[in-house]
């Protein structure tokens, strides 16, 4: 199947998908009035105010900590808003080994909202560090408490419509997306000194032409005590997500090495 055949054959399975139905803006503004807290509200309209965010348009997808919208930027470019949800305290359960130790987080954890404005900022500083570092990531736009605010990756050129994660839509020559994706680990973590710690194909989006990697909010810097063992885990992870496509020969030790040393450092 020719590229364009497979993303045609992809948008028909998904065509029923709620996230591809827009919705008038009063509509969306009473959804999101439901689900977020006046203050989040503020603040989306400060950033219209602002000029940041010229309008909403429909949710593309909602997760256990976030919400994300699709939206339009001043330039009339797309834009992905990502919307942390405030009052799930649940939130911060699992996360402790990602920010015990990190000075950025301390007095944070009895104040749920703060942590997870905390959280939101983090997510865009990896995500600034991971760019500028080269790797394809959504470029960040802005952060405002829980509100992030960034390049909107769609599917081709079907604008509104989010690129799919390559579990649910792979990409097509293999050996060369594994490559790249390995190239980005090492790119972020020699050039950027960070470590995404849950790459999986939960995490990558494939537009057809483009890997994008997204979810930054649990990197840590390469100084973090687990750093080694995130990165490991994230080389390990992906692999496994490959060699069931079929890769084959691939020695995750021997990857996690090289990346090392190029960073200039040796495994204790
Ligand atoms: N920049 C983006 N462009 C398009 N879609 C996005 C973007 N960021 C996130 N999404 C969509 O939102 C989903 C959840 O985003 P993610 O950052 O992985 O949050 P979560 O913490 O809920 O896993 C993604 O699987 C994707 O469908
Ligand atoms: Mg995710």
């Not at 001043?74 to 402790?96: H, Q, S």
């Not at 989010?162 to 973590?189: C, F, G, M, N, S």
């Not at 994230?234 to 990346?259: A, P």
Request: negative net charge.
């Amino acid at each position: 199947m020719s590229g364009i055949d497979r993303e045609v054959e992809y948008y028909e399975r998904t065509k029923v998908d709620k996230r591809l139905i827009k919705i008038k803006d009063e509509d969306l503004f009473k959804a999101i009035e439901e689900v977020f807290d006046h203050r989040t509200l503020l603040n989306v309209q400060k950033l219209m105010r602002k000029g940041i965010i010229k309008e909403l348009r429909g949710a593309v997808a909602q997760g256990k900590e976030a919400k994300v919208f699709w939206g339009i930027g001043p330039n009339g470019e797309d834009l992905a808003i990502k919307i942390f949800y405030v009052e799930t305290a649940d939130f911060i359960k699992g996360r402790y080994k990602y920010i015990e130790g990190d000075p950025r987080f301390e007095d944070l954890k009895r104040n749920p909202r703060k942590l997870i404005c905390a959280w939101c900022s983090k997510e865009f500083r990896n995500l600034k560090l991971a760019y500028e570092a080269g790797v394809r990531v959504p470029k960040p736009v802005a952060v405002l408490e829980n509100i992030l605010v960034m390049e909107f990756i769609s599917l081709g050129d079907k604008r509104g419509v989010p690129a799919p994660l390559i579990k649910d839509y792979p990409p097509e020559d293999i050996e060369k997306a594994y490559w790249t994706i390995i190239d980005y680990v090492k790119k972020a973590y020699v050039n950027g000194g960070i470590v995404h710690a849950d790459l999986s194909e939960y995490n990558v989006l494939n537009t057809g032409t483009e890997l994008v990697i997204i979810d930054w909010g649990s990197a840590v810097k390469n100084n973090h005590p687990l750093a080694k063992e995130f990165l490991k885990r994230d080389i390990t992870n992906i692999t496994r997500f490959f060699t069931k496509l079929g890769l084959s020969d691939v020695d995750v030790e021997e990857i996690y090495r090289e990346i090392l040393e190029e960073a200039g450092e040796s495994e204790e």
